[in-house]
């Protein structure tokens, strides 16, 4: 008797939390989301006028080839294992400026072309 009733408070207690956590997902679904900047614009980063001509950007970060994402330049996508002073002056000088990569492709190729 004991059992079959501490199974009934459980049962209780059970399908009381799964009715509360339905209740809130429904309100939660129901409310229009919350944009608190414009669509389609990457978070902390800046509005572009034109949308950009590049995907990727190749750089140094801590002596190293570096790839970041062309909206987000603080944080590299990846870093390489490819010192840049072991790379000829001129391909030094193009990564500290920044060489802007136009897709996945070309991305791919300009880093075997450095790793090679």
Known sequence: MKRTMLWT????VVVSI?????VRLT???QQPP???QPLGEPVGQAVHSQPLDYQYLL???DGKLAVFHADQ???PYMV???YVSTLPEYDRGQLAQGIQVKDYAELIAR????IS
């Open 34 to 36: 919350e944009i608190s």
């Open 80 to 82: 390489l294992d490819v």
């Open 18 to 22: 799964a009715a509360f956590v339905m």
């Open 111 to 114: 880093i075997e072309d450095y």
């Open 27 to 29: 309100e939660t679904l």
């Open 9 to 12: 408070i459980v049962a209780v």
């Open 59 to 61: 750089k140094i970060y």
């Open 73 to 75: 330049t603080e944080e």
